[in-house]
């Protein structure tokens, strides 16, 4: 209070602050007046500027922490890898002149605005070509940085309706292109292709229980996947756009409870939907079969469960060590490539090892098609015609649903709790083939909740 | 002296209540121990230049630079609110979402963006009258608690909203520049609103309203005993607040363009802001400014790298708390005596007064 009182006493304070108003306004005006004269003479700003010219940049923006951490766990495992394999280690040769390549790796932190600052400043320092990976959150706001500037991007771990809505497109309509955006996955007619053959072979009433959030991936899934299985006779008991983020899931539990749902489908974030089936099981809701997507896709997902609680649920499966495919860049197969992350990390092999070592192998195919790596719209152009078989099997870029979008083909897989002593305490085992034949059948299917 | 009360110094280490008894003849009251002249000039001079850095770097720097500033005004704003009038805020996310969205509406009406951030940010304002008015009798806990939930239900009203892009987001239209001059532009109109947030903040401290906010600052009960209008200084830096955080939202939705509710209305933001405020030293202008630096280097330097990146904020956060409770700047205004922002007094007893002033004095 000391400084209140001397203030007071010296008796100037009106004075002053009058004073000071005028010179606060002052500064103000004068800082808006440069900035009004700086951008009148308009021409000289330096922009972006340009890279090394002997070196490719390629920027990798993957969530190292956040919710979608599990996504991202093998990345670093797979970027060590892949430095010591093929171009990334002793260049490429392109025109006569060889190339070094310099790979920048970004932590989305699992927010969609960090993705976008992340991939602005790639963007900024002379990225070449930029990959990304793992659920919409973080894809969408890079693939739509990449876009708007003019850089080739390559996107993995989204459907493709997400990542098309975010772009601005219509999935059901997809016409636009969008040159400088790529990306490798599947959709919602493989999710279908994936799910319907499980449910079909467990007996049940045929009515699906669907949690879909109001996100990107739920909204695709709500306007995308629900026609889907209507057409195919089952109906849809919508437990309504929830927010991510909901801590009570009550009202929705015992909505499909009432409507005595026996199948279960979603596509949370991991941390909704532990919160969904620990208050599911407590509240007695045992749907026959789940089929999940986005949770449950690696082995740490689980054990937030317990092998209990996700014995027996379903999901879908990208890439796996039972894959009889093996890399383009050395030749690894991809039982291989699951034997030498456990080998190395002491932890169990997850499927987006599969799908983060393809980013760099379509990035190979595309840049040993270009005559500039440097020159964007060439680069853009190779990626969306890569045509190639690699560690995640075939992909086509030029066939796909959409311009830009390569489909590979998902098998159906179901977490097996392992007997104790056992070296960990669940597996993923294929039990439905449907959409790629290849893929051994790995165990019998049986129903989440019998 | 009060723990956070350092705004005036008494020279020669006189206190000050002793110095300014009565107008006795020869005491000299002024703003700074310098010419303020000096400090303008630099001011001036260092806004020139980064006015000027377009030109200078290339827009990997100006880029940096844009999130460095929207930072600053974001901070700057929770320390006024929290600092000065006693408002512990974890909501302002809502003005910022608000900020975002209301850029994006205007946009899709075919404004250009940039024509929509002034508009965008009195639009967050006018938003900031009810709220004020729901949440002004609450204190500490609940208010800080009502302002989190007034954020949610901004952004689930929002989310609800399908020609917005309901929760799966929605791009940014209207931006049509070549890259080039969309960064610069962006970065631009960003210095702008952080040179008009800080020289606000400054001038309101500076003014009548700043000498409440200050006793305020220090104790709200003594500040109404000795008659400060309490009630309506804290709301018209609420509204301030409202007005800094919805221009810095839509300085957001431009440099993003891309836009999705759950990231518009992060509390995350909020965190941010306490985090640069509290390292950087509340209830000072320049605590932010410190503190954005050190967070943003922080950021830069460890972000790559996962994990580790928060494990280090933490311990920075965990470090500050402990050993300097006044943040940064409070230990090094403490150990020089520098203010950069000149808004206390300084009291000089007879025969100490300033050189200038004794130069003015003509003494022999």
Known sequence: MEDQESGRLAGQDLQLSRRSVLRGIGFGAAAAGAGGLLAACGSAIKGAGSGAAGTINIGLITPLTGAFAGFA???QFVLSLVKGASIYKSGIKIGGKTYKININVQDSQSSPTRAAQVAQQLIANHADLILTTSTPEVTNPVAAACQKAGTPSLATVV????????LGGDPLKPTTDFKYA???FFGLKEFNGTFEPIWNRIHTNKIVACQYPNDADGNAFRFGFEPLIKADGYTVVDGGAYTDGTADFTSMISLFKNKNCEVFSNCPIPPDFNTFWHQASQQGFKPKIA???????????CDALGPTLVNNIATDSWWGPYMPYSSSLDGMTASALAAAYEAKSGQQWLQSLGSTYSLFEVAKEALSKVSDP????????????VNYSGICGPINFAAGPAPGVGIIRPVGVQWKAQPAGSKYPVEMKVVDNSLNPSVPIGANLVATNA | MSAVGQDTQAAGGQHPRVAARGPAAGRVVTRSRRSALWAGLAAVVAIAILGYLPYLVFSDTTGLMVQFFQLLIMASMWNLLAGYAGLVSVGHQAFIGLGAYFVVLLAMHGLSPFTAIPIATAAAGVVGLPVWWLVSRLRSGYFAITMWVIASVCMLIIIQISSLGSGTGIALSGLTQSPTLLAADTYWATLAVAVLAIAGIYALLRSRLGLALTAIRDDEAGAKSIGGRVGSVQRLVFLVTALGCGAAGALYAISQQFIVPTAAFDVSFTAEMIFITIIGGIGTIEGPIIGTIVFFILQQTLSADGTWYWIV????????AIWAPRGIWGLVS??????LFPVGYYVWPAGEQPRRLLARSARP
Not at chain 1, 291 to 299: C, D, E, R, S
Request: hydrophobic content about 50%.
């Open chain 1, 73 to 75: 766990s093998g990345d």
């Open chain 1, 159 to 166: 459907p493709w309706e997400s990542w098309y809505a975010g």
């Open chain 1, 182 to 184: 790529s990306m490798f």
């Open chain 1, 291 to 301: 089929t999940v997507a986005k949770v449950l896709l690696f082995p740490a997902d």
């Open chain 1, 374 to 385: 440097h020159d964007k719209a060439e680069v853009a152009d190779a990626l969306h015609n």
């Open chain 2, 313 to 320: 904020l933490g311990l920075v956060a965990i470090a500050v």
């Open chain 2, 334 to 339: 403490e150990k020089f005596g520098i203010r």
